[in-house]
């Protein structure tokens, strides 16, 4: 196959074959390929219909995300990536495998090898969950909401729009800034962000901001698949009590009513971020998987 290095000029020519995520995993999202294709290395073909996408999926170690686009017979598409990586000369890998994905594989090559990374899989949760906060498990969210709504009685929620995307854009720039991590995977998903935002028209992404007194303490970043909600960017000012869970509930209440599902992405591996993704209670961990064909 002839690959080509995935450039951000690429994204109105490959969007049909993002526009069905029945997995529900962000790596299959226009965000969650294009925000990281650099990181990644990624590079595309098509071939028979079909996306192939290939990563380096960690540092020196080339892989291939499962075939997008309508195909009869998976199995010719798989074997397609084993004589790829036959004539490169590293072993079949695929990555960012679905549980289901993962059912197929097992399918078609029984004696493939996987293994999964916690810190990268994704938080899905109910939208119904995340809007309302109902119930004692979300007793502490809503406490820490009233306590924002007594503080900032003005406060207000727009959803991003031509005219307010430069602020919110410098809020991003100066959050970042100001709590820098000198993490490659943080920074260059803060990167990213801001690349979205300069670039709006081409990713077709939604977001939205939370003002106190004018102000904006808060602003996230996503895309809508089918019935999910994937969020990419969620950022809050950390000294504004209630501004990190008021941005949740509000962006689910702005862009999730009428869906089923919100994907909140990982955690990779931090500890703060994970205990504060647990608390909202996902319904499921959805885990991806490095499986291994046969040679």
């Known amino acids: 196959m002839d690959f080509i290095r995935l450039s951000l000029g690429d994204i109105t020519a490959l969007r049909p074959y993002f526009e069905h995520n029945d997995c529900r995993i962000c790596d299959c999202t226009i965000g969650g390929t294009f925000m990281w294709r650099d990181f990644y290395k990624t590079h595309y073909a098509i071939q028979g219909g079909l996306l192939y996408l290939k990563v380096e999926y960690l540092p020196g170690v080339i892989a291939f995300a499962p075939p997008r686009g309508d195909a009869h017979d998976r199995a010719e598409a798989y074997e397609a990536i084993r004589q790829e990586c036959r004539v ?32 990268w899989s994704d ?132 862009f999730a009513s009428n869906l089923a599902f919100i994907n909140r992405e990982e955690d990779d591996g931090v500890e703060g971020l994970r205990r504060a993704k647990l608390a909202y209670h996902p319904v499921r961990i959805l885990d991806k998987y490095l499986v291994e064909l046969p040679s």
Not at 91 to 102: D, H, Q, T
Not at 209 to 230: C, K, N, P, Q, S
Not at 235 to 243: H, L, P
């Open 88 to 119: 490169l000369g590293v072993p079949p890998r695929v990555c960012a495998v679905s549980e289901g994905r993962l059912q197929e594989l097992l399918q078609i090559y029984p004696d493939a090898r996987y293994e999964t990374n916690r810190d």
């Open 123 to 254: 938080y899905l949760y109910r939208a119904e969950d995340l809007i309302k906060l109902a119930g004692r498990r979300y007793a502490g969210q809503r406490n820490h909401i009233n306590a924002f709504l007594r503080e900032h009685p003005d406060w207000s929620f727009e959803a991003l729009t031509s005219e307010n995307r430069a602020e919110i854009r410098d809020f991003f720039a100066s959050h970042f800034e100001e709590h820098a991590m000198g993490n490659p995977t943080y920074d260059e998903g803060n990167y990213k962000t801001l690349e979205a935002l300069d670039n709006l028209e081409l990713y077709g992404l939604l977001g939205g901001a939370l003002r106190a007194e004018g102000r904006i303490v808060g602003a996230a970043l996503g895309e809508i698949v089918g019935d999910t909600l994937f969020v990419h960017s969620e950022r809050a000012e950390k000294d504004v009590r209630g501004a990190y869970q008021m941005l949740v509930s509000q962006f689910a209440r702005a």
